[in-house]
């Protein structure tokens, strides 16, 4: 059987020669050559509606008589139903607040599915006063790049029961500053890059046969540890390039900097601040370093610096990650990361359509591993758990 790209191929090929009928019916043979799941897998490699192909299919049983060319017209360009979307423009955005709590799967793949079923998705958007059926919410979510997946087993242990409960409560916080002008940024330190002639994953435009040639093996003596904070409001990053160890103090140190590079300016009136962090690393909800330091920032700012830690094991719903580090990855793959300024020149020239920009920095900072911070000045910490998981959510205040 043919995939998924070979048939998109084909249709591509033939397209420009095919009115509005023809197309149906090149779909709804195609997808009978292939039996069971064939009207789905042509409707996503075509982009022709389940519905236009099911018509189609209909029409193949048919006998066509000698008039059938003359008398069917060709629809001129612009005729037809509108879409859905065009005739109901808070469609989709609907759709999506209805989404994005309980979005699942890994957000850098284009694919995204949801655990909603249609149904229950349409009966929601019909209590909104949007006069959806199943079948018309089933093709918004494949032209959103949704779909249906089945479990993989890939974790041991059992999730944490209020995990998605957490989603929602950072989803309703991050609102909340957003819609109160007050900035709230999502931070995480992306994995360490070797500096060096080493290979680097991915693939880039050559002269044929010319590959850009790299060490053999890569044991790098030096890696740098890109941190970055996102602001979710704006849709601007910001990364610092720590050449030493990515420890809490470096983590608030980036926050640091972005604040006073872009953050102040941006936000003049601000007196909040809302982070959301994953639950490990030089970020995590146990680091009591990671406390302190933020402490003396919020004393530096007078900010009440709000933190909302992802659950153990769900580092890849942290927005940081699929808005602003997979870009990253995409502009520098196949490059050799020869030098710190390599590094933090690749970082500031990624850009997206929808307008991403990443100043970067180098920290040459020290930063030593190993520090302890004791029950004083950890009990001088103003912090002020919230009562929905204070492990995970709690607010800093400035001692001033």
């Given amino acids: 059987m043919a995939s998924e790209a070979e048939i998109k191929q084909r249709f591509s090929q033939l397209e ?4 509005e009928r023809a197309r149906r019916l090149w779909a709804a043979a195609e997808s009978a050559a292939h039996g069971r799941g064939g009207i789905s897998l042509v409707a996503r490699a075509c982009g022709v509606s389940r519905r236009a192909i099911a018509v189609g299919l209909a029409e193949l049983k048919k006998k066509p008589d000698g008039s059938l060319r003359t008398r069917l017209p060709i629809r001129q360009k612009g005729g037809g139903r509108k879409k ?77 029961p209020d995990r998605n409960a957490q989603f929602e409560h950072i989803n309703a916080k991050a609102t909340e500053f957003l819609k109160g002008g007050q900035p709230a940024i999502s931070v995480d330190t992306k994995k360490k890059e070797q500096v060096g002639e080493y290979k680097n994953g991915g693939r880039e435009w050559r002269p044929k046969g010319q590959p850009e040639p790299v060490e053999v093996h890569d044991f790098a003596k030096q890696k740098d540890a890109p941190y970055g904070v996102y602001d979710l409001g704006r ?143 950890s009990d001088a910490i103003d912090m002020r758990p919230d009562p929905f998981h204070g492990e995970w959510n709690y607010t800093i205040m400035p001692r001033s």
């Fill in 16 to 19: 420009p020669w095919l009115d």
């Fill in 84 to 160: 859905a979307s065009l005739k109901d423009p808070s469609l989709l955005g609907d759709l999506e607040k209805l989404l994005e709590p309980v979005t699942r799967g890994d957000p850098q793949s284009p694919l995204r599915w949801t655990c909603k079923s249609v149904r229950n998705l349409a009966a929601e958007l019909r209590a909104r006063g949007h006069p959806v059926s199943h079948v018309l919410v089933a093709e918004l979510l494949h032209e959103q790049k949704y779909s249906l997946q089945a479990n993989q087993k890939t974790k041991e242990g059992s999730q944490h």
């Fill in 235 to 377: 849709n601007v990053g910001w990364v610092s390039v720590g050449t030493d160890n990515d420890t809490s103090a470096f983590a608030v140190e980036s926050i640091r900097r972005w604040w006073k590079m872009m953050g102040q300016e941006a936000y003049p009136g601000a007196r909040q601040l809302l982070i959301t962090a994953d639950s490990g690393g030089s970020n995590g909800s146990r680091r009591r370093l990671w406390k302190l330091e933020l402490q003396k920032l919020a004393d530096e700012t007078g900010l009440e610096i709000s933190v909302c830690h992802f659950p153990p094991g769900t580092s890849k719903w942290n927005k940081i990650e699929h808005r602003l580090f997979s870009f990253i990855t995409k502009n520098w793959r196949g490059k050799p990361l020869v030098s710190h300024e390599v590094i933090v020149n690749l970082i500031a020239a990624t850009t997206t359509k929808t307008g991403l920009r990443v100043p970067s920095q180098l920290d040459t900072g020290k930063y030593p591993t190993g520090i302890k911070v004791g029950k004083p000045e």
